[in-house]
């Protein structure tokens, strides 16, 4: 699955000109994440033994419908079930449609957590795995250079805008609500080499 799930974000990356702030690396850093966190929930909550595939699934592709890329995130979720088609069943990839297409900074700001009942843990472990691999600079300066366009300082400049005004404050928001995420987020908070 995971194979066919990386192949899905090679294509897409191609396809529909996602750059490398939101392409492969990405994909495998918030996969790493949220096994990682579905390792410290699992034994509290063992209904994720049997969803692990869905949110591995959802972490590797998440970004591949985000609509800074796609004018149709419907249409490209539509791609993503065909190209999963042999993995999951319909309503197994009915739940990895509504985790990654809610899981987002914005729409959580804007609209909050969805309520996704026996799959609402799964839902914060992806949402939370995609929040940790932000606590990373790099990537939003690669966004803004390749995307926006902007010169290395100016992407700089506006990225630590961003830090301060955004990543800095998901503790602030209360956006981890797994114990494990509270104390990485933390952690990376610290690590942060860039001054803000």
């Not at 396809?15 to 994909?27: G, L, M, Q, V």
């Not at 990682?36 to 591995?56: D, F, G, H, R, T």
């Not at 843990?121 to 949402?127: E, G, L, S």
Request: net charge negative; aromatic share 10%; charged share 30%.
């Amino acid at each position: 699955m995971q194979n066919q799930a990386f192949r899905c974000v090679i294509e897409f990356t191609r396809r529909y000109n996602i750059d490398e702030s939101h392409a492969i690396k990405h994909s495998m850093e918030v996969k790493r994440f949220a096994e990682q966190i579905y390792e410290s929930e699992v034994a509290k909550n063992p209904q994720l033994e049997s969803q692990k595939n869905i949110i591995i699934a959802s972490a590797i592709l998440h970004d591949m419908c985000d609509h800074k890329y796609v004018s149709d995130e419907a249409a490209v979720i539509g791609e993503m079930r065909e190209y999963m088609r042999d993995w999951f069943t319909d309503a197994e990839f009915d739940v990895i449609r509504s985790i990654i297409s809610t899981m987002s900074y914005s729409k959580v700001m804007k609209v909050g957590f969805p309520t996704l009942h026996e799959f609402q843990t799964a839902y914060h472990i992806v949402r939370e795995a995609d929040l940790l691999a932000s606590y990373d600079i790099d990537r939003c300066i690669i966004f803004g250079m390749i995307v926006e366009k902007l010169s290395y300082t100016t992407a700089s400049e506006r990225a630590k805008v961003l830090f301060a005004n955004r990543v800095m404050r998901y503790r602030d928001h209360e956006l981890f609500v797994t114990e494990w995420s509270k104390a990485k987020s933390l952690e990376l908070q610290g690590e942060l080499t860039v001054p803000l």
